[in-house]
């Protein structure tokens, strides 16, 4: 049986071999706003959190609002995905998504007023309902992302 100190060293304590790294590439519309080498990369599903790590097998995802964080030697960088879709192959993350905002360019009471206006709108069909609903949900993400970075 393997002891705790065993397996970090031959693993680390995320169970991966030292070295090991994935790609992680964020396209928006406009751009490609990140294309590095990274540890683990965790994202927002529509129905969930997904966190990748290096030998992952491959998947294609729905995107939610929220946070999408990569961790690699130099920290951790954050930004708040809009929705959209991630697939997950041969260790490269390829997120595509409208709109991909650095967490620390977040703005909480932004983001509460958005939450507010979105609240206060009438939909008078179901699409307007579901479109006002999209929009609560995406200013509720904007904020707990914002918060987490200490801006609220």
């Known amino acids: 049986m393997a002891t705790a100190s065993t397996v970090d060293a031959d693993f680390g304590t995320s169970g991966k071999k030292p070295g090991e790294r994935i790609q992680c590439v964020v396209v928006t519309p406009e751009r490609t706003l990140f294309d590095e080498l990274v540890e683990f990369v965790s994202l927002p599903l529509f129905d969930g959190e997904l966190g990748v790590l290096p030998g992952r097998s491959p998947l294609i995802g729905r995107l939610g609002f929220g946070e999408l964080r990569t961790k690699a030697l130099g920290g951790t960088k954050r930004y708040f995905v809009d929705g959209g879709f991630v697939q997950v192959r041969d260790d490269l993350v390829t997120v595509l998504t409208n709109r991909a905002i650095p967490a620390d360019l977040l703005d909480a009471a932004v983001a509460e007023g ?6 206060t709108r009438r939909a008078s ?26 801006k609220a």
């Open 114 to 119: 958005e939450l507010e206006q979105a609240r």
């Open 125 to 150: 069909n179901e699409q307007e309902a579901t479109e006002k609903t999209r929009a609560i949900g995406r200013a509720q993400a904007m904020i707990r992302v914002a918060r987490h970075q200490g």
